[in-house]
């Protein structure tokens, strides 16, 4: 009986139903608490696991319910805790296992993809990339006595997110609490885990010597825009390289020297603009060590796709509730930040499943934004008629293998006009505006108009 509600589930809501069943194998509660147990230093497990918290927040980050205390009330006779625990045990996560949630979970799901054999985009052929990019979570309420009386608006934190734009998947992320910390600082945790073979595409917040350097150093490569302020002493002559649908591209040998004299050789990759950016910059230098092979036409491409990132956290913020302003304490806010990546990462393995059946070009226009809301409002109706321990039990225990055919089977059911995004035309100019009232009757403008 309960597969033939979720065959009903399947038709009806089709990409639901295929984020349930990879978040049961992904994130099941034995998981999440194996992923807490494994990692964390100083909070104990206690009456309250892990699971639990994060299977009741993430309601909250997918729209499910409209707050964590929203959530609570309708789990806590299942819970047996306060709320103050649950805000408790919040406040008290620790940042290695948030952490450690997105890139072990990330890695699964990276399985999964594999598995359904969707053929990876090349950023840059032949090459491994990923992009780094940073995330400052917005303000929160003045929920805390020690941010009560200040006007400055209390920032809970920030992180350093690794995208894999040939999966589309972020990888990892750094979180850090002080919302007033230079990324730079951050940029220290990311060495320690650098392989060998990877290109990082990465803004001018990330030019400097420290990280290039290290990044060289690991048998990796860096297509980095320059900062002003990075010291470069040019090679030669500035020579014309090619043309891009954005500007005209030049390239020129340069070397870089730090404090200690340490020389760091390199290519600078100058693109002249067709069309000046959002902050008035009609040139952009980008710097990489990646071989002469690679064109720079190809590596002013490659760096465009630091975009990509940009558009993740658009659509975050836009679909999911992952900066919710009412967990004030920073270890609360960035789970809940976290959440919202994992879950980016599942409606991208939905995404990947739709392109095996119905085929790249149509799975590229899915809209984040419908499938989350399909998501959100089917999800409660979903969880009271098949409980999440049948999700587990029916999906936990598959490999791989077994996951990508069972969501292969469920994509065939997406209706693609369901979720097509709608593109908008080009911004309109501000008109002149007249008048000096503080405000307007808009039936007397249109009676005026219709005249």
Partial sequence: MLRELLSRFTDQAPVATMVHATLAN?????????????????????????????????????????????????????????????????????????REL??????????????LGVEKREIIPGYETRVLDGSHLR????????????????LPGQALVVLDPQRMLIEDMFPCECG?????????????????????????????SLWLQE????????????????????????QKAGTTTTGTVYEQRAVHKDGQGTELKMRMIVLELNEKTGDGDSRI??????PAEVSATAVAEAYRNRWTIEGVFGELTLSLNGEINT???????????????????VLTVVRSAVSVVHGAAQASEMSTYYMAD?????????????????WQKEFGHLNVEELAESLKRMARHVEMRKYQKHRRGPKKPKPKRTGSYQHVSTQKLLNKHNR
Wanted: proline fraction near 4%; include cysteine; charged fraction near 20%.
């Fill in 374 to 390: 399909e998501v959100a409002s089917v999800s409660l109706g979903m969880q009271i008629v098949l409980p999440l321990n049948w």
């Fill in 327 to 345: 967990l004030a304490y920073p270890p609360a806010a960035i789970l809940a930040y976290a959440l919202a990546l994992v879950s980016y990462n």
């Fill in 285 to 290: 230098e980008v710097l990489t060590n990646l």
């Fill in 26 to 98: 992904t994130l099941s509660d034995a998981e999440l608490d194996s992923i807490f147990r494994e990692t964390a230093c100083e909070q104990r497990e206690g009456e309250l696991l892990f699971s639990s918290v994060v299977s009741l927040l993430h309601l909250a980050v997918l729209k499910s319910k409209p707050s964590l205390h929203a959530a609570y009330q309708s789990r806590h006779e299942q819970l047996g805790v306060s709320v103050k625990s649950v805000y408790d045990k919040l406040a008290g996560t620790e940042l290695r296992v948030t």
């Fill in 180 to 208: 007033h910390t230079q990324e730079r600082l951050i940029l220290q945790q990311m060495i320690e885990v650098l392989e060998p073979g990877v290109v990082w595409i990465a803004d001018r917040n990330f030019c400097t």
């Fill in 215 to 238: 990044v060289a150093l690991n048998q990796s490569w860096f297509v980095n825009r320059r900062h002003a302020s990075f010291n470069l002493t040019p090679i030669g002559e500035l």
């Fill in 139 to 154: 303000a929160t309420e003045r929920r805390l006595d020690v941010q009560r009386m200040i006007n400055g608006a209390p």
């Fill in 102 to 115: 997105v890139r072990r979970t990330s890695l699964k799901m990276r399985a999964v993809i594999e598995a």
